[in-house]
Every structure is written in structure tokens, then in C-alpha cells.
């Protein structure tokens, strides 16, 4: 498939992604500002990089652990773009601020979101190597 | 013929038109000049109140997406430039000033007021170690300090960095420390007596952001927007030069891009291409002042010479930026209500560098949050959560060497018109800064070697010493009048005649300089 044509399935992924770094559906808005970051992102893909984000992506795997794994391997680099950019235009809604600003103080809480912060990301990153060499990606 | 051309209108060519305008002098100032259309609508609030109740996209990213370009393009980028309504600052730099870059990335604006439009403001006077190899004296730069210091508005104190700083007169008081920025000064107060044996000193930064109204401009609201858009408190070299058109003290010429000069026996006529329709334009006068820059000002230079031959130094302070946690702050609430640049500035005598080294200690509420993203190591939904619950209790601190720790970059006219640039890498060997690290951990900052990172060679944004000032000077060399050697009356106004580059954040030293290559043109 070609890079352009490749555009068709943004919808999937804006989706895709969204739900894995918010767990919840994406607002209309951000699939269409999403847009814009496929292309330019695909376009500067190579064949390989393309094929394999999106097999990952129409398998309906979890991306974030994926994304962490390929951190990890320098693979699936598209992944991690794309993900930056959606946190980023996820950041300009009202509705999200909540993700992004702390509004209460309270050190035990911000203690205990480091614990599960990197008991998390253990997980995902065991997980993700295992899909990474074949597992099951569904 | 004009009496005096100034090239540029940056802070040096600002501050040259200042002096000049200041001795009943009326320079033409020919620049490109892009402004801010002022289109887009202002954001008069707080940030965070802002993004609370509307959509930031306009703001943040742009329709051209321009605050996504370090994703998009996987380039390294200088954020506050990223942000959409700073766009006209380095709008068309690579059409103006084409470059071929390795090692390099330089950063040039071609706007009226050039990179001050998006600077930290950081102004600082300078001491006699910042004057190490000029051919010029501290006193000789100390009234122009005066002037400057009054015209601005520089807020700051006179505190254990006032050594470093020089005099304190005329300061508005310092700017309110963030809470984060508090903690660390409260620590320094109880630590200070073991912090100055080791040579290490903490204290408020001499900025150009005020403190207390000044003329027609509001004192500091601690909204967070100074990344996102030119606030009124923060002095830009496009505030005196509207002043200064306005009251018709200069004949100011945009849309001019100089190429090159031509000295006869009797004046300079000054060569500049009209950007919107390409034609070639003539300026006679009978000094000129370089001030576009020390690499445009090279540029020029060169071209007027038209050689493609002679390798000019470029220096840049190497720096370093050193992200530290205050986990006393973990799990705090966002300091929503901040000034969103430097809070406390820290001097380092280095025994291991055997030189100063100057740290701007940086609040971080003021980017996008997603900015720090990609920069945390963990999962993406743990990377949320450690921008929710860790950045509010990090800071950074950007560490700045004088440009004399590294050989200079190089910098050359190449056939097609292009200027090559071959930058020098600087190596940040974590080791020599283990004391600073640990002085740091005292003052309740924790941080680690692995954290430390290094911005592209060019990323400081201070570049000087193309053309630079020497006792007895030779080609592409200054006097210390500021004058060109081999002309009679072409000056370097700006930071290409700096000898050397200190630590020190340079604009104010540069300001001051042109005031007096500026005052010396016109005797």
C-alpha cells in the first residue's frame, strides 16, 4: 500500500491511539486535526516502517505496550510519533486538561502514581517484547 | 546620502539607533522586518484558565502545525519558537539566510527586532572576566549599562550574584518566585556559607520583564503565556524601535535584505535586494553599521568581499540542560500562576573548567505539557502520569560555558551564496560536573548524570566572534572602535566584533557595545 493510501485507516488509528494513551473515545475534532500528522508522518515512512505500524494497528493490539517495547528494540518509531503528536493535540481540549494538570496537592497521591507508574510500564514493556516476537497481537 | 546606514534591527542595531538617535542623529535603518500581523487574537488571561474553558489548538499547534514541528519533522527545534504566534520571528530565515549546516543548527530571524522577539530576556551586565580578550575596557561599556538598565527595565537584585552581575542600581525589584524556585532559594539561604566555599552562588537573574508598570507597559502577570506570545512586560528590542519610528528619530526601510557594500572614497553605498520584488536597491551613506547579526553580519561581509575562500570563527556557548526534581514537590498542584522562564540564576567558579559557568534555573509550567512527553522514559500512560504528578516538582537548569572551553565553529561564503557553518560538537563530560551535581542534591534538587542533555551545537542562540576586535587587527578583524579593518567606514555593531564569549547571557553586553561602536561611528 502506498503511504497516501494509507490515509484511509487514519480514522482507525486516531481512534486506536487515543484509546490507548486516554482509554476512552476520541472527539471528532482530534480525528480531523489527526489527519494532517498521518500524512506528513507516513510520508517521510519507509515501506517496512509503514507495514508493520499499521499490521500492529488493523490487529487491534495494545499500542502502548507495543510503543514501549519498540522504544525499546528501535522499532515501530511511527508508533511512538504518532502517539507524541496525539498527546499533544489532545492537550489544546478543555475537556482533557484533567490529563495534563494537576490541580490538587497531595504527595501521597503523587507517591503512589510513581509506584504505578513504573510497576505499569514493566508490564507493558513485558508484554509488548512478547508481542513483538509474534504473540498474540488481539 | 544618509549620514549613517544601520543594517538589522535586532537588539544590537536597537541599541545603536538609541545612541545615535540620542545625539540628534536621524540613521536609516534598512532591515526585512517581518512583524507580527497581529491576526490572531491575544490570549489576556492565564494560560491555565484559558485552556480550561477553550480550545488551545490556535494557541498551541497552529494550522500549519507548527507547534508539532520537532514531532513532525524529527528535528531537534527550539520550542518557543515552535509556537504559532512566534512564527513571523524566523519566518523565510531559510530563504533570506541559506545555510549549509553540519554539526550545526542556527537559528536566524530576519523579523523587526529580530531574536529578541522570542528571547528569555535575560539581561545581564557584564564584569571584567566577560571582557576576556577585548581590546576594550569595563568602563568604557559602564554608561551605556546606565542607559540601558533605564530604557528597559530590568528587574533583579542585588544579592550574592551581584559580584557577577555588577551594580544593582536602577533595578526594578526581582520578579515572585514560583513556588518550586522559592524552595530552592530557601535552601540556598540555609546552605549558602558551604555553597560559596565550594564557589557556587545562587540569586535572581537581571531580566528584562517588569517587576512595576514602566511608561505604557504592565508589570508581570504570572500568566504562563511567555512561551505562546510577546507579553507586554517583557522588553523586546521592537519596543524602543517603535518608540524611536514613531517619533520619527529614525528613517526605518523594511523589506530590504543587505547583500553587500561598496566603500568609494567619499561614502558606502550599501547593496540591498526588495524581497517582494526582487529588485536590486542602492543606499549611499557615509558610515555604516553592521548589526544583522554575527552571522548575517558575516554574511555581508563576505559577500561585499566576495570571497568563498576565508573561514571565519563562529563562537556559541555550549550548553547543557540539567532536568531536577524537588521531591519535597511530588504530587503538588501545577504553579499555574508563574512567570514561565528563568526564576533563579546559579554561577559556578569551576575548579574543573577552570572558568565561570552560568545556569539559568527554569520553570517548566509554561510549555505544552506534551513537550516533556517524549522525554520520560516510561510507558505512554505512565509518561501522563508523570506529567501530572512529577513535572510540577521538576525544574531545569540550562547550563551555559564560555565559548573558550571548545574550539569555535567555522563559518564560509560558499559559491552558490550559501554560508557553510561547521560546527564544533562540545563534549559534556558528566563527571566534571559531579560537584555542581551534588550541590545541586544539597540545595533538595535531585538529578542524575544519565539525565543530562545537550542541545544541537547553535541552540543557545548566541553567536558572535565572526569579525572580531582585537588590539591590532587584520582582515575580517575589528578595532576596537568597532571598525572593519581595511575600511574607513564600515563598523561591526554587534556581536561579530565580540573577541571572546563569557558564560554570561550576552544581549545586554552586546547592547551596550553597539551603543558605543555607535557613539564612535559618529564622531
Sequence with gaps: MSATSYSRLHETEAQAIYRALFGRAIPPILVQRFLPVVERLNAAASPAELVEYYRAVEAGADLEALEMAGRLTGRLPLLTRKMQAMVALAETLPENQSFYVNQRTSFVAGAAAMVWAAVHTARQAAKGLWLLRGGQRG | ?523
Design chain 2, 1 to 523: 546620502m544618509a549620514e549613517m546606514i544601520i543594517v538589522g534591527s535586532g537588539a544590537a542595531a536597537t541599541a545603536a539607533a538609541l545612541e545615535l538617535a540620542q545625539r540628534g542623529h536621524r540613521p536609516v535603518m534598512l532591515d526585512v522586518g517581518h512583524a507580527d500581523d497581529g491576526a490572531a487574537p491575544r490570549v489576556e488571561d492565564n494560560l491555565y484558565r484559558y485552556r480550561a474553558q477553550h480550545d488551545s489548538f490556535d494557541l498551541h499547534i497552529g494550522a500549519d502545525y507548527r507547534g508539532l514541528a520537532g514531532v513532525l519533522t524529527g528535528e531537534p527545534t527550539v520550542a518557543k519558537l515552535n509556537a504559532p504566534r512566534m512564527a513571523f520571528v524566523t519566518r523565510d530565515a531559510a530563504a533570506l539566510g541559506p545555510l549549509s549546516q553540519a554539526e550545526f543548527q542556527a537559528i536566524q530571524s530576519f523579523a523587526l527586532g529580530g531574536l529578541g522577539n522570542a528571547w528569555g530576556a535575560g539581561l545581564y551586565r557584564w564584569i571584567t572576566a566577560d571582557l576576556q580578550d577585548f581590546p576594550i575596557s569595563l568602563a568604557e561599556l559602564e554608561p551605556y549599562f546606565d542607559v540601558l538598565t533605564r530604557e528597559i527595565g530590568i528587574s533583579g537584585a542585588g544579592d550574592d550574584l551581584a559580584e557577577f552581575f555588577g551594580d544593582a542600581a536602577g533595578l526594578q525589584p526581582p520578579l515572585e518566585l514560583s513556588h518550586n524556585a522559592r524552595r530552592v532559594a530557601l535552601a540556598y539561604r540555609r546552605r549558602r556559607k558551604a555553597l560559596r566555599a565550594q564557589r557556587i552562588y545562587l540569586g535572581r537573574p537581571r531580566a528584562g520583564v517588569l517587576s512595576a508598570p514602566k511608561d505604557d507597559r504592565p508589570a508581570c502577570d504570572y500568566s504562563n503565556l511567555e512561551f505562546w506570545q510577546s507579553q507586554p512586560y517583557i522588553y523586546t528590542p521592537a519596543v524602543t524601535l517603535r518608540r524611536l519610528i514613531a517619533a520619527g528619530q529614525i528613517d526605518y526601510r523594511p523589506g530590504l535584505l543587505v547583500q553587500r557594500w561598496q566603500e568609494t572614497a567619499d561614502g558606502v553605498t550599501v547593496y540591498a535586494r526588495d524581497v517582494s520584488s526582487g529588485e536590486q536597491v542602492a543606499v549611499t551613506c557615509q558610515r555604516l553599521l553592521l548589526a544583522a547579526g554575527a552571522i548575517n553580519t558575516a554574511r555581508i561581509a563576505l559577500q561585499s568581499a566576495g570571497d568563498t575562500t576565508t573561514r571565519l570563527p563562529l563562537l556559541e556557548n555550549p550548553v547543557v540542560q540539567i532536568p531536577v526534581i524537588l521531591p519535597a514537590s511530588l504530587g503538588r498542584r501545577l504553579d499555574t500562576h508563574a512567570f514561565g522562564l528563568v526564576q533563579l540564576n546559579l554561577v559556578w567558579e569551576s575548579a574543573a573548567y577552570q572558568t565561570i559557568l552560568q545556569g539559568s534555573l527554569l520553570e517548566l509550567t509554561a510549555p505544552l505539557r506534551a513537550e516533556f512527553f517524549g522525554r520520560f522514559p516510561l510507558a505512554a500512560r505512565a509518561n501522563l502520569a508523570l506529567i501530572r504528578h512529577l513535572l510540577p516538582a521538576m525544574l531545569m537548569l540550562q547550563l551555559y560555558f564560555p565559548a573558550w572551553v571548545q574550539l569555535p565553529s567555522r563559518l564560509s561564503l560558499l559559491a552558490d551564496g550559501r554560508l557553510r557553518i561547521e560546527g564544533q560538537p562540545f563534549p559534556a563530560e558528566p563527571a566534571r560536573l559531579a560537584p555542581l551535581l551534588a550541590a545541586l542534591r544539597s540545595l533538595g534538587l535531585w538529578t542524575h548524570p544519565a539525565l543530562i542533555q545537550q542541545p544541537v551545537t547553535g541552540h543557545a542562540i548566541h553567536y558572535a566572534g565572526t569579525l572580531p576586535m582585537r588590539a591590532a587587527p587584520g582582515p575580517y578583524q575589528c578595532h576596537p572602535s568597532g571598525r572593519l579593518h581595511g575600511t574607513a567606514r564600515v563598523y561591526a555593531a554587534d556581536s561579530a566584533s565580540f573577541s571572546n564569549l563569557s558564560a554570561k547571557n550576552m544581549s545586554l553586553g552586546m547592547m551596550a557595545n553597539a551603543m558605543r561602536i555607535a557613539a564612535e561611528a559618529a564622531a
